[in-house]
């Protein structure tokens, strides 16, 4: 086990040099530029630096009006976090009055800077509801919301300006450094809150200051980090901390809190992340021409080629879900002469089963069960432009109806379910059992991790209602996803967009 944990180390290092080595080549082409462009980026850095004179610079009767104008639909007129959109949004918006603010760069009890500011403005959060006000916002008027901010606290009125923390020399990421962060790691017990890989599958159950309900990060996410998941962005969290959480600051030496970055950066998993210059594309399903097994970790799951999708709250009906935690699957196929299989995968913090004791301490609310489905057309139609080929997302309709592919965890009393939904719409439905369409599914979760496979044949009996999959034909799929310790149940679940799919012998 630990050769192979080397092993996995090695390769992660290799990515980093590969990294590295491409932002080298970058730097070097920037040399090559016209002198009056490098003056031009030159001046672009200075005007970054001078970013710490914003608040200063800013005028905060002008930034109310950019308030009331960008901000106050979230964090509400006298920046309490209670606008009119704010019960829609996860995680809540800042309650600014509290002078408690998560994500900073200075450190103990001071407060942020104003480059810290600035750049939750810029960037936003992640995924999270703060969006990225970068290209929207001019510079004055970050300038000027950032002034206006603080008068929503006293503790903006201080004599100094806030410090910065000091990040010592960083430590080149290694197997060595590597291993001695996953042993810290450990010793800090990291894993109460993020599980044993970082899959935010802990078994502490986490409220903020304000008592709201809080899922520990998925580590292995990088591009869901709020406020960065550069190496220095890391840094900050394990020395800070996160104010208002249950996230401490750690008491290690710099040495080790840099060991203790490279761990959390060598648990990046690449196949979870969603890339946009593949997303029109169609997936690619994996010939083969022996048995579809039902093992997701077999060889033949593992050379298929995959697609990362995002997921969304689902919006459609009365009965919205706004406050999602899965936020993306991971699906591959396969196929052989008689039949085919999706393999779906998603990082789920929960194994959601009611009536066992120890997810019932770990869920918000109710206990329901974990469920995933795909949604397909129940026929090709040969249309042109091929957008037409795709049926309403909201299950079909009455022109173009479809046959949704159901999954759920089960219960300590019933086991895992299986069954297919012919739909012509939300609420406009028939449901068979598995054994009557011949569709079969099995799910396993290990490690923070959903792996479900549902199984059909290429043909069915009933051509009319269930879709025959032929090669070297676009099909349409769409896939929803329920978090039974989230509230996930009926309406309330996520849901993908339309993406395609193809079978192709070659």
């Known amino acids: 086990m630990e050769e192979v944990f080397l092993s996995e180390v090695r390769s992660k290092k290799q990515e980093v040099r590969s990294k590295k080595q491409e932002v080298r080549s970058k730097k070097r082409t920037s040399c090559l530029l016209p ?10 850095c200075l005007l970054l630096l001078a970013s ?11 930034g109310k009006e950019v308030f009331e104008k960008r901000c106050k639909q979230c964090h509400g007129e006298k920046g309490e976090g209670n606008g009119i959109i704010a019960e829609k949004v996860y995680p809540p918006p800042r309650n600014f009055t509290s002078g408690i603010f998560k994500y900073k760069t200075s ?41 206006h901010e603080k008068t929503f606290s006293d503790v903006f009125e201080i004599d100094d300006p806030p410090e910065e923390i000091n990040y010592g020399k960083e430590v080149p990421f290694s197997e060595q450094s590597v291993l001695k962060g996953k042993e810290l790691f450990k010793k800090a017990e990291c894993p109460m809150c993020h599980g044993e890989n970082g899959k935010g599958d802990g078994v502490k159950k986490l409220k903020d200051t304000w008592g709201n309900r809080e899922w520990a990060r998925n580590l292995t996410k990088p591009w869901t980090y709020n406020a960065g998941s550069k190496p220095k962005n890391i840094f900050a969290r394990i020395t800070i901390g996160i104010p208002g959480t249950q996230m401490p600051s750690f008491n290690f030496t710099e040495e080790e809190r840099w060991h203790v970055v490279n761990y959390v950066r060598f648990l990046a998993d690449e196949t979870r992340r969603v890339k946009k210059e593949e997303e029109d594309k169609p997936l690619k399903a994996k010939y083969i021409n022996i048995e579809i097994p039902w093992d997701a970790d077999a060889p033949e799951w593992k050379g298929a080629p995959f697609k990362a999708v ?17 936020d993306g699957i991971t699906w591959r196929v396969l196929f052989n002469d008689k039949e085919l299989a999706f393999l779906i995968e998603w990082d789920d913090r929960t194994k959601s089963v009611p009536g066992d004791v120890e997810a019932e301490k770990l869920s918000e609310g109710d206990l329901f069960e974990d469920a995933v489905a ?25 022109e173009f109806g479809v046959n949704i592919w159901y999954w759920s965890s089960g219960t300590t009393v019933r086991p895992q379910l299986t069954k297919v939904v012919y739909s012509d719409g939300i609420g406009v439905k028939r449901v068979e059992p598995d054994n009557k369409v011949g569709l079969s599914g099995r799910g396993v979760y290990k490690g923070g991790i959903w792996k479900v496979i549902l199984k059909r044949g290429l043909k069915t009996s009933n051509p009319k209602d269930d879709l025959q999959f032929e090669t070297d034909r676009l099909i349409p799929v769409a896939f929803g996803n329920w978090d039974g310790s989230n509230g996930g149940k009926g309406n309330k679940h996520t ?12």
């Open 495 to 506: 849901a993908t967009q339309w993406y395609w799919l193809i079978l192709e012998r070659s």
């Open 35 to 44: 002198l009056a462009s490098r003056l031009l980026s030159l001046a672009s």
């Open 107 to 147: 450190p103990g009890d001071q407060v942020p800077r104003d480059e810290d500011l600035l750049r939750t403005i810029n960037e936003g959060f992640g995924e999270a509801s703060m969006p990225a006000w970068k290209d929207i916002m001019t510079e004055k008027e970050k300038r000027d919301v950032i002034a």
């Open 374 to 398: 795909i949604q397909l057309p129940r026929v090709i139609l040969p249309r042109i432009p091929i957008e037409e080929q795709l049926p309403s997302i909201r299950h079909g309709d009455n």
């Open 52 to 62: 710490g004179a914003y608040a200063e610079l800013g005028d905060k009767v002008a």
């Open 310 to 326: 995002k997921l969304f709250p689902q919006d459609q009906t009365e009965e919205k879900y706004f406050k999602p935690t899965n």
